[in-house]
């Protein structure tokens, strides 16, 4: 497989159960994502997308197959690696957005920096100004409860952004919304993905396609079509990066 995708799963697979209970979530996938596509993996609910999507980012294990991340095997790493991995590396978008109440939005999208070590100051500065970014400069000191679902996730997907994350990973981020949010989102993706932001978004949505470079289509855990679009990232927009430290 080529040495320049950021992201990269070869016979990558998710068994559950056993005889005729086994269930192929994830059915031998090979994947390449150059740094700086928008890649859109679509199909219908139970198809596995989700499953691949937490495999890719370490949310889970494959039962066998590999993952690497900007040159580093993820699916072999220590637990504790691989939440050092997710909290410095991998952003992450979730269709119930998954905000703690108790915190403002300003609080909701610092709290990641501050995990990953860096110093409240630095922290509350970067998460303003990615408030600002995606529009919600005036809710900073709202509560999650204040805020309309196209709010909530756009202060999700401005945390997923707060460590400069080399990959962000959203699994049915429009899911929840109405149309008029759900183009919020979209729009705030395109911006993402003309910045030269690496994307993996997991859908039902078909308008996900309109800001996508590339489209996989999933059927029974397996790749059923893989189609590029005119003008698709091809790993020019950003470098895979450098991670620091050890992962292991």
Known sequence: MSGSALLRARGVTRWYGRGSALVRAVDEVDLEVPAGQTLAVMGPSGCGKSTLLHLLGGLQRPTDGEIWLAGHRIDTMSERALARLRRQHIGFVFQSFHLMDELTAVENVELAALLA??????????????????????????????????????????????????????????????????????????????????????????????????????????????????GAGNGSAAGTGTIYGGWR
């Not at 756009?154 to 460590?163: D, K, M, Y």
């Not at 049915?172 to 993905?193: H, I, K, M, Q, W």
């Open 117 to 230: 070590g860096q110093s409240p100051r630095r922290a509350r500065r970067r998460a303003l100004d990615l408030l600002d970014r995606v529009g919600l400069a005036d809710r900073a000191r709202h509560l999650p409860s204040a805020l309309s679902g196209g709010q909530r996730q756009r202060v999700a997907i401005a945390r997923a952004l707060s460590n400069e994350p080399l990959i962000v990973l959203a699994d049915e981020p429009t899911g929840n919304l109405d149309s008029a949010a759900t183009l919020e989102v979209l729009r705030l993706f395109e911006d993402l993905r003309t910045a030269g932001q690496t994307l993996v978004v997991v859908t039902h949505d078909a308008r996900i396609a309109a800001i996508a470079d590339r489209m996989i289509s999933m059927r029974d855990g397996a790749f059923a079509d893989d189609s590029r679009f005119a």
